[in-house]
C-alpha cells in the first residue's frame, strides 16, 4: 500500500529515527532526466525569469527565449523530485559481490595449497 501527501506524490515514511541519518532529497540527473523525457511536465515546469512558463510563447520563439529561463526555479527539488532514494550497505554489496566471490575462491585456493599433505 502506497500513502499518498497532499502534493499527489508518494508519502515520505521513514522508519523512526531515519530522518536523522538519510540526506535530504535534493533533485539530481535522474529527477531532470525524468522531467525532459516527460513532455507535459515540461511544457508546465520550464519557468522564465518573468514568471510565465516558455511554451506559452509561440514555438519559433522558444529557442530565443532560452537566455531567459530562469533554471534554478525550474529545476528546483520541490517541482522535479518525484521520489526519494534510500541507499543501503546492500547496494554496495550488489556491485561489488563478484569481487568478493573471487577473493574468497583464491584465498580458499591459496590456503589449501599452503596446507596440502606434503606426502
Not at 54 to 59: G, I, P, R, T, V
Request: glycine share 4%.
Amino acid at each position: 500500500k502506497v500513502d499518498i501527501a497532499d502534493n499527489g506524490k508518494d508519502k515520505k515514511i521513514l522508519h523512526k529515527d531515519f530522518e536523522n541519518f538519510l540526506p535530504p532529497d535534493v533533485a539530481n540527473y535522474d529527477d531532470w532526466n525524468e522531467l525532459f523525457c516527460d513532455p507535459k511536465r515540461m511544457s508546465e515546469s520550464i519557468l522564465m525569469e518573468d514568471g510565465s512558463i516558455l511554451f506559452d510563447l509561440e514555438h519559433k520563439k522558444r529557442f530565443a527565449a532560452l537566455h531567459q529561463v530562469d533554471w534554478a526555479a525550474s529545476l528546483n527539488r520541490f517541482f522535479t523530485k518525484t521520489h526519494r532514494e534510500v541507499h543501503s550497505m546492500w547496494g554496495f554489496l550488489a556491485s561489488t559481490h563478484r569481487v568478493w566471490l573471487l577473493h574468497g575462491l583464491l584465498f580458499a585456493l591459496g590456503l589449501t595449497l599452503a596446507v596440502k599433505n606434503p606426502d
